[in-house]
């Protein structure tokens, strides 16, 4: 069964930066396309950005040009780098599939104004 573990979140003031981690389990990570999702409170979670095996990316419109996903195949770790945060950005984040299946515990990210 595939696990993600998403990592490097907290607290941040408006117009600062994170960068977020996810390990993913198993054999697959190489040849799929990965996502960070996130869910805000009392919100339904939605797709923020997405890369391909080949790496090309999309990115939902409110995140492009401060969000940039990335990954390391050797190391099955799939990384959202996130600049110049807003308040609007407050979410659990998680990772998955480009297609999602079980979803991990998510990191927290807290954009202070």
């Known amino acids: 069964q595939v696990q993600f573990v998403e990592s490097g979140g907290g607290l941040v003031q408006a117009g600062g930066s994170l960068r977020l981690s996810c390990v993913v389990s198993?054999?697959?990570?190489?040849?799929?396309?990965m996502a960070w999702y996130r869910q805000a409170p009392g919100r339904q979670r939605e797709l923020v950005a997405l890369?391909?095996?080949?790496?090309?990316?999309n990115y939902e419109d409110s995140v492009k040009g401060r969000f940039t996903i990335s990954r390391d195949n050797a190391k099955n770790t799939v990384y959202l780098q996130m600049n110049s945060l807003e308040p609007e950005d407050t979410a659990v984040y998680y990772c998955n599939y480009a297609s999602p299946v079980g979803w991990g515990q998510g990191t927290q990210v807290t954009v202070s104004s």
């Open positions: 198993g054999s697959v990570f190489s040849i799929i396309s």
């Open positions: 890369i391909s095996r080949t790496r090309t990316t």
